[in-house]
């Protein structure tokens, strides 16, 4: 593994050159904020409008829309929603310096050939691993969130510098960063995200509620168990791993862990995780979710209400109004 850290970055390929961001969402604006208060020139590019552009306007950002925003530039960060980076990207790509540099922060569109960069350009990933809000966050208090670098595309030898100096300028560089490829940061970043963090995680816990609820159990009761409580385990593996959890949790959790466990996710569950792989790494499951856009999302937006509509979101959002301490 080649992880690198501030020491390894020389931030002055990036001095007096101009930094355009493209997208002011979870990324883009802690990208921006960071990169600023780093001292490097930044320019954001947004739909003229568009609600974000009032929103980095009044924190102090020089905002042009993206043709204009990326003349000069001598990195342009797409940060935008993964599906609307090739019609953003095609509708930039004449205004683009020669030799200037793309970066991604995640390696969809470019893995999935949605985004097809002219040779003169560098084409790098920056992928912070963790969300846009924790970027800031760590940066204001002097840390960072790890991040990993990948190079696609090194027209002119200076790639990987220009991008390690990025990831100094938005804090990852204090964290480490390491070194992966567009095709590993991507198929594991969805596996992840598909298998276990989003996917994996919330189906778990509905599972367990509708199981706790159906054999007669109160829902609130329930609730308290599988989802509110969960906050409290991820907390403990976060910051020691499985001996971390093991030392805090009681005996008798600890060994119903271990002897059921591996009853829930069993066999099937790992053959249904090697399936999900699969489709993510023969482009099925990307095939399908561009689909899903072009088509206007309709499955998307009913498989979304279905979540939303649950009797799990119904006492979860009764019970953590009683809990003021929580941000909703
Ligand atoms: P987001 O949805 O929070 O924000 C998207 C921004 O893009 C908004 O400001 C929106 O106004 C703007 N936008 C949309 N269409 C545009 C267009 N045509 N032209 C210009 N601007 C446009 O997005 P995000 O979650 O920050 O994701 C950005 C990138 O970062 C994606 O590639 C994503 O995979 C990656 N990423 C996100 C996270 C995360 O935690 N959210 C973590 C790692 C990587
Ligand atoms: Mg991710």
């Known amino acids: 593994m080649q992880m690198y850290s501030e020491a390894d970055v020389d931030i002055s390929c990036l001095q007096d050159k101009q930094v355009t961001i493209l997208g002011y969402g979870s990324q883009g604006r802690a990208?921006?904020?960071?990169?600023?208060?780093s001292g490097?020139?930044?320019?954001?590019?947004?739909?003229?409008?568009?609600?974000?552009?009032?929103?980095?306007?009044?924190?102090?950002?020089?905002?042009k829309e993206p043709a204009e925003a990326v003349r000069g530039a001598t990195i342009i960060a797409f940060l935008t929603p993964d599906m609307v980076q090739k019609a953003l990207y095609e509708s930039i790509d004449s205004?683009?310096?020669?030799?200037?540099?793309?970066?991604?922060?995640?390696?969809f569109a470019v893995h999935f050939k949605q985004v097809a960069p002219?040779?003169?350009?560098?084409?790098?990933?920056?992928?912070?691993?963790?969300?846009g809000s924790l970027v800031r966050r760590q940066y204001e208090e002097g840390h960072g969130v790890p991040c990993l670098v990948a190079i696609h595309q090194d027209a002119d030898g200076e790639a990987l510098n220009?991008?390690?100096?990025?990831?100094?300028?938005?804090g990852g560089a204090r964290a480490g960063v390491i070194e992966t490829t567009f095709?590993?940061?991507?198929?594991?970043?969805?596996?992840?995200?598909?298998?276990?963090?989003?996917?994996?995680?919330?189906?778990?816990?509905v599972a367990g509620f509708e199981t706790l609820v159906e054999a007669g159990y109160q829902p609130e009761v329930a609730y308290y168990e599988v989802m509110h409580e969960l906050k409290l385990i991820v907390d403990l593996l976060h910051e020691g791993g499985l001996r971390k959890m093991h030392k805090f949790i009681s005996d008798t959790?600890?060994?119903?862990?271990?002897?059921?466990?591996?009853?829930?996710?069993d066999a099937g569950s790992r053959a249904a995780m090697k399936a999900v792989l699969t489709e993510i790494q023969d482009g099925t499951f990307a095939k399908n979710w561009i689909a899903e856009n072009e088509h206007g999302m309709p499955e998307f937006k009913a498989k979304m209400n279905a979540?939303?509509?649950?009797?799990?979101?119904?006492v979860g959002k009764d019970l953590r109004s009683r809990m003021d301490w929580l941000q909703s």
């Not at 990208?31 to 208060?37: F, P, V, Y």
């Not at 596996?191 to 996917?199: K, M, Y």
């Open 31 to 37: 990208h921006a904020l960071n990169l600023k208060d």
């Open 162 to 170: 220009l991008a390690l100096a990025y990831s100094a300028g938005i």
């Open 95 to 107: 205004e683009i310096d020669n030799g200037a540099t793309l970066l991604f922060a995640h390696g």
């Open 307 to 314: 979540d939303l509509e649950h009797p799990i979101e119904t």
């Open 118 to 131: 002219r040779s003169d350009l560098n084409v790098v990933l920056i992928a912070p691993k963790g969300p």
């Open 40 to 63: 490097f020139n930044v320019v954001v590019g947004l739909r003229k409008g568009g609600a974000s552009w009032s929103k980095a306007v009044a924190d102090g950002l020089t905002v």
């Open 183 to 205: 095709a590993e940061e991507t198929e594991t970043d969805l596996f992840g995200e598909q298998a276990v963090l989003c996917g994996g995680a919330t189906e778990l816990i």
């Open 253 to 265: 959790a600890a060994w119903g862990d271990m002897v059921s466990g591996p009853r829930v996710v």
